[in-house]
């Protein structure tokens, strides 16, 4: 719950493992007070973006349908008020890199500890938009968030 609105944040979760994403991280978002729902796929995600707009994405980075690296650079793009949260188990340095150039607020490690997933979401929503979406969104260059995304 956000004490400036009284709503909770909006979260929409791309991660393709079933058990993860039902199991472990919705209900652990609940738990801390975002109102969390998931998607399994990259089709499920452009479809759930025509429909609602979330404050913060969580992103897998390998899908079915492709990969979350990409999706980021796109939402990043036709979407650029949305947090981007990565969750990956590829732990490489230029992944991590690549993912916060492509757009990405930031960037956790799997498997994902929980309360830390929270804590960054927490931070994060620090320095988005206003929650009620009201046109009363500081200007992007104070967000604090880059407004680039180099193509690759
Ligand atoms: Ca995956």
Same mark, same amino acid.
């Given at each position: 719950m ?10 929409l979760?791309l ?7 039902e ?5 652990a978002?609940?738990? #801390?007070?975002?109102?969390a ?5 990259i ?18 980075v390998g ?29 490489a340095?230029?992944d991590?890199?690549?993912?916060l ?5 930031? #960037?956790?490690? !799997? ?17 988005l !938009? ?5 046109a009363t969104?500081?200007?992007?260059d ?11």
């Amino acid at each position: 719950m956000d004490s400036r609105s009284g709503r909770s944040w909006r979260i929409l979760l791309l991660e393709d493992d079933e058990a993860l994403r039902e199991h472990v991280l919705l209900p652990a978002l609940a738990n #801390y007070g975002f109102d969390a729902r998931g998607v399994a796929s990259i089709s499920g995600l452009q479809e759930a973006l025509r429909r609602e707009s979330p404050d913060i994405l969580i992103l897998d980075v390998g899908l079915p349908d492709g990969d979350g690296f990409e999706v980021a650079r796109e939402v990043r793009v036709s979407h650029p008020d949305i947090g981007i949260v990565m969750l990956t188990g590829r732990g490489a340095t230029p992944d991590r890199v690549l993912g916060l150039a492509l757009g990405a607020d930031a #960037y956790l490690p !799997k498997p994902v500890e929980v309360d830390l997933l929270a804590a960054t979401l927490r931070s994060l929503v620090r320095r988005l !938009k206003t929650p009620d979406h009201e046109a009363t969104a500081p200007p992007a260059d104070v967000r604090g968030r880059p407004r680039w995304a180099p193509r690759l």
